[in-house]
Nanobody
Framework: VQLQAFGGGLVQVGGFLRLSCTAP????????VGWFRQAPGKEREFVAA????????YYADSVKGRFTVSRDYAKNTVSLQMNSLKPEDTAVYYC????????????????????WGQGTQVTVSS
């Protein structure tokens, strides 16, 4: 499964960006999806996750209340709306997908995921 993440860019503190992840040729609703990020010199960290059905979500404490993950079944995409961006949000953001039998389950550990996108750079300037 080839995942494509896009929507990154340069934004000022307090601004917003919307990242999207898609799996061309695949029915994305068959997969639970997670977002991760990796800043320079740091380990990859979990950001948010959404279940196959899309009603069950989970967020890292650092982004809770600012980021929202959602699914658009018509467009076969999963989006990460990022508001009130901070310099510490600067990182390469990756989407990942996991084949999941449980339609309402989300996953946190990166090693749970089967497929990864190429990443998109988000830079928040102060």
């Amino acid at each position: 499964v080839q995942l494509q993440a896009f929507g990154g860019g340069l934004v000022q503190v307090g601004g917003f960006l919307r990242l999207s992840c898609t799996a061309p040729g695949r029915t994305f609703s068959n997969y639970a999806v997670g977002w991760f990020r990796q800043a320079p010199g740091k380990e990859r960290e979990f950001v948010a996750a959404v279940s196959r059905i899309g009603t069950s979500t989970y967020y890292a404490d650092s982004v809770k209340g600012r980021f929202t993950v959602s699914r658009d079944y018509a467009k076969n995409t999963v989006s990460l709306q990022m508001n009130s961006l901070k310099p510490e949000d600067t990182a390469v953001y990756y989407c990942a997908a996991k084949t999941s039998r449980d339609a309402f389950r989300w996953y946190i550990p990166a090693q749970e995921y089967d497929y990864w996108g190429q990443g998109t750079q988000v830079t928040v300037s102060s």
